[in-house]
């Protein structure tokens, strides 16, 4: 595998996880809000 599609699939990993964290943490403040 070259080093190019290594990076690549480290940075769309990246974009996944902060992009599930947000999800996370705006579900949370949701929650809060609510109660």
Not at 8 to 24: G, Q
Request: glycine share 2%.
């Amino acid at each position: 595998m070259s080093t190019y599609k290594t990076k690549y699939f480290k940075n769309i990993k990246k974009i996944n996880n902060t992009l599930w964290l947000d999800k996370l943490i705006n579900q949370l403040e949701k929650k809060s809000k609510g109660v």
